[in-house]
């Protein structure tokens, strides 16, 4: 069995990626039709060689651009249908969702319309493909934390639909300490919390959004590295990391694959998790980006194996769908084992006489 063949086939979750970040080029463009929205680009090829980044605010520059074409419930159904379905054929079992409704209801997009369409399309999903989703709403950190409680007061007609709320976007310049009170109401409600730490930022903000805003989990956190004592405090208290592989090249926090943590935060003992961020952006579903550390950091199946089930541990979903899920992985790894078997004995001399 291929690596490829081996990562299609492992069940998986996927933890974080942003709804908005899955908009395909040629969505983006229908889109920008249907809604009269008048957009840069022309093709689909004028699209991808505009996903040029040096930064992530280069790209969030493009992101909060190309919001504007989601305007109708039918648009958010859409884009959010497509990527469960993107995700169910590679084999995530469960997907956790960023929406970022700041970016949305700052145009003047009610949040009703933002979460009837996609809280259609994660039901429709369920019903036809099995694929069972989750919502995280993120605040937008540029913004100050009274918007962020804005927000959370505004979803309240949808707080049984919602799993959690996390922090997303600029991150130098606007630390978690900013958010902490937002962070203190939102687990008061009982929500779970996450938020985007050391993609850019340095090992201080992971550490602020360990003990200040008490996240569940992080989101990248790549810088953790830089602090061999936070290292430690995430290992023996198990808080995941949501890594974005893909992202992080295309962003240029890492310069190439080979460069990039994964492997020694594995090996330092982090309940690591491979994911796609943005996938339509970033050249990449969550497969790929499996792909890619496999080819660039030599992981072995084992190693792929424990990075999917940690996506479970890691997952805010029941118990007893997550240990159905862990016994999948188990039948998936034996039945790999068995293929290697079959075709080294298919090699001997006495199997093809
Ligand atoms: N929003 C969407 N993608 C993001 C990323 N990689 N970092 C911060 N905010 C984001
Ligand atoms: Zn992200």
Not at 50 to 69: H, I
Not at 266 to 271: R, S
Request: net charge negative; hydrophobic share 45%.
């Amino acid at each position: 069995m291929t690596p490829e063949q081996f990562i299609a086939g492992l069940p998986k979750a996927e933890l974080h990626m942003h709804i908005e970040g899955s908009i395909e080029p040629a969505l983006m463009l229908a889109l920008a039709r249907r809604n009269g929205v008048a957009i840069r680009w022309q093709t689909e090829a004028e699209l991808r060689d505009a996903y040029r980044f040096t930064r992530l605010q280069d790209f969030l520059d493009l992101y909060y651009d190309g919001c504007r074409v989601l305007l109708q419930v039918a648009d958010f159904h859409e884009v959010t249908r497509d990527y469960l379905r993107r995700a169910h054929a590679d084999g995530v079992r469960h997907a956790e969702m960023f929406l970022g409704p700041q970016g949305h209801t700052t145009r003047g997009v009610p949040l009703a319309v933002v979460m009837q369409g996609v809280l259609s399309a994660m039901e429709a999903a369920e019903a036809e493909d099995g694929i069972t989703s989750g919502l995280i709403l993120v605040a937008q950190r540029h913004r100050s934390e009274e918007e962020a409680m804005a927000l959370l007061a505004e979803a309240e007609p949808w707080y049984g639909r919602i799993l959690g709320f996390g922090l997303g976007g600029a991150e130098l310049g606007h630390p978690p300490s900013k958010f902490e009170r937002f962070f203190a109401r939102c687990r008061e409600l009982g929500f779970k919390v996450t938020a985007h730490a050391g993609e850019e930022g340095p090992a201080a903000y992971v550490r602020e959004a360990v003990e200040l805003l008490h996240v569940d989990r992080l989101d990248h956190g790549n810088a953790s590295l830089e602090d061999p004592a936070l290292v430690q405090e995430l290992a023996r208290r198990r808080i995941p990391l949501t890594v974005c592989p893909l992202s992080n090249l295309k962003l240029q926090v890492v310069t190439d694959m080979a460069a990039h943590p994964l492997k020694k935060l594995m090996d330092a003992g982090l309940c690591v998790t491979v994911n796609s961020d943005d996938p339509s952006y970033f050249g990449g579903y969550v497969n790929d980006n499996y792909l890619a550390c496999q080819q660039a950091l030599g992981l072995t199946q084992a190693e792929l194996a424990q990075l999917a089930r940690q996506s479970f541990e890691a997952a805010f979903m029941p118990e007893a769908q997550r240990a159905q899920a862990l016994a999948a992985i188990d039948a998936w790894v034996a039945l790999a084992d068995t293929d290697v078997t079959a075709a080294a004995t298919s090699l001997l001399p006495e199997a093809s006489a």
